[in-house]
């Protein structure tokens, strides 16, 4: 129940912090060791490349997904938009292995792929938050999210879970394959500051609900941008405010923006900027300036280390490449109050459904 919730939505997303802990003791054991059937990781140990798909949401944390999996497996991992890969179905490398992210685990435009997939003999597993869905039952192995029930439209803490366990499994078959990085990831301690740097988050949601009163409420559009790992959360961000609030949101590869979009910034435009990459940090807030120029109204949520002022959004400590777990959770709150404040039913957008079992 909501209990003394007005929405599900924010509900949600305060329970992401015991999601990451749950999803912690579930998948580590006390020596942070992955637990992971062995079956699973025999199966795609031997993949050359991986395959992920989904849809919306669940995309985005794919997308999340592939730089966790290059970075500590060194796997290729291409990821695709489920729709578009079911009747075309993409080039295969030798030995592919795949991977659906699913919130709901009934999603059509997955289940078309899984079904191909099935018919080519490709071995397959569902990462999805319901046992016993379509998808669990389909593919040839199943990993569940234990997100808990997600009742909100609006995806939230399905995707920190997704993006939480594809990084179980990369830790685990990394250290598989021997790859160093994964050997020395401390993933227990980066799900347990994850953990505390959500709930360092949701604690100061006031600031969220203030810029988004600001800057969100009363535009007619907003853009995210970001590079690397942040271009990924961008694309979520920017979903996750247009579907709950009807702005007309678009998330942007930061330095994609002066190649054509940046003829639509005007005079209080909001730009949400995120930063958390040091590789690229000097060259978005080189981006950032481009757009403040043209008059843009910019909301920034960095890092530790990429603060400059007062009204940035700083975001607590954490290992990059988990830095979606914490960067979406502001995104989901200015999703969340611009969404109240216009005084939409949050957790039920017109014109959608939880599980969209239409192509
Ligand atoms: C957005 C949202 C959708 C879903 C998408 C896939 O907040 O919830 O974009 O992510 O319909 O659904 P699942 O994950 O159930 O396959």
């Known amino acids: 129940s909501k209990g003394a919730y007005e929405f599900y939505m924010l509900k949600e997303i305060d329970e992401q912090p015991g999601v990451m802990r749950h999803l912690s003791q579930n998948y580590l054991d006390n020596d942070g060791q992955p637990k992971v059937d062995s079956k699973i990781i025999d199966a795609i140990s031997k993949a050359d490349r991986l395959y992920i798909f989904a849809a919306g949401t669940s995309y985005h944390a794919g997308l999340v997904g592939k730089i966790i999996f290059e970075h500590y497996t060194g796997i290729p991992t291409e990821v695709g938009l489920a729709s578009e890969a079911g009747y075309h179905f993409p080039m295969m490398s030798k030995h592919p292995f795949f991977i659906f992210l699913t919130q709901s685990g009934e999603t059509a435009d997955s289940r078309v792929v899984l079904k191909e997939t099935n018919k080519r003999g490709i071995p397959s597993l569902t990462m999805t938050n319901v046992a016993g869905s379509t998808l669990s039952r389909e593919a040839t192995y199943t990993m569940l999210l234990g997100a808990g029930p997600e009742i909100a439209v609006a995806s939230t803490k399905a995707y920190t879970a997704q993006v939480a366990l594809q990084a179980v499994l990369a830790k685990a078959l990394g250290e598989r394959l021997g790859n160093k990085e994964a050997k020395n990831w401390d993933l227990r301690k980066d799900l347990a500051m994850a953990a505390e740097g959500i709930q360092q988050l949701v604690d100061g949601k ?39 609030s009807y702005i007309q949101t ?108 239409v192509e």
């Open 250 to 357: 678009e998330g942007f590869a930061a330095a994609e923006l002066k190649h054509g979009t940046i003829s639509l910034i005007e005079k209080g435009t909001p730009v949400v900027a995120l930063i958390n990459d040091p590789v690229t940090a000097d060259l978005t807030r080189g981006n950032i300036q481009e757009v403040v120029s043209r008059g843009a109204s910019v909301i920034k949520i960095v890092g530790k280390d990429f603060a400059e002022d007062g009204d940035d959004i700083v975001l607590p400590e954490i290992n990059y490449y988990m830095s979606a777990l914490l960067t979406v959770v502001p995104a989901q709150l200015l999703a969340y109050y611009a969404s109240k404040d216009k005084g939409l039913d949050v957790d039920k957008p017109r014109n959608l459904a939880k599980s969209v079992t």
């Open 206 to 244: 006031e600031k969220l609900k203030k810029l988004a009163d600001k800057y969100l409420v009363k535009s007619r559009n907003a853009f995210y941008i970001g590079r690397g790992m942040d271009y990924a959360v961008a694309l979520e961000a920017a979903l996750k405010l247009k579907e709950v």
